[in-house]
Nanobody
Framework: QVRLEESGGGLVQAGGSLRLSCAASGGHLSSYSMGWFRQAPGKEREFVAA????????YYGDFAKGRFTISRDSAKPAAYLQMNNLKPEDTAVYYC???????????????????WGQGTQVTVAS
């Protein structure tokens, strides 16, 4: 079974950048759509970004547009989330997710993802 593991989180100053990685083991991600979600303390998990299995279609939460970029490398396999101009309100645990069936607008919904990583903490200091 494919397992996901995030890395790249940490502490960064406001305005800084981080690149999160999501590595897969036990299989390939080439046929999976990928998503990133986040959960801040006391808040529900929210959608950040997603990519179709081909990488041709990408989707972003409103707060992520223009600052975050999702990408993938099917050869490794891995997915990435480049986060620029980070703000204190971006502080959260970030999760990557994958699903072999979900496509299109359903990628916004966490319940439509089969596989999840354990999360990586991102803290943005003001």
């Amino acid at each position: 079974q494919v397992r996901l593991e995030e890395s790249g989180g940490g502490l960064v100053q406001a305005g800084g950048s981080l690149r999160l990685s999501c590595a897969a083991s036990g299989g390939h991600l080439s046929s999976y759509s990928m998503g990133w979600f986040r959960q801040a303390p006391g808040k529900e998990r929210e959608f950040v970004a997603a990519s179709s299995w081909s990488g041709r279609d990408t989707y972003y939460g409103d707060f992520a547009k223009g600052r975050f970029t999702i990408s993938r490398d099917s050869a490794k396999p891995a997915a990435y989330l480049q986060m620029n101009n980070l703000k204190p309100e971006d502080t959260a645990v970030y999760y990557c997710a994958a699903d072999g069936v979900t496509t299109g607008n359903n990628l916004f919904y966490e319940n439509d993802y089969e596989l999840w990583g354990q999360g990586t903490q991102v803290t943005v200091a003001s």
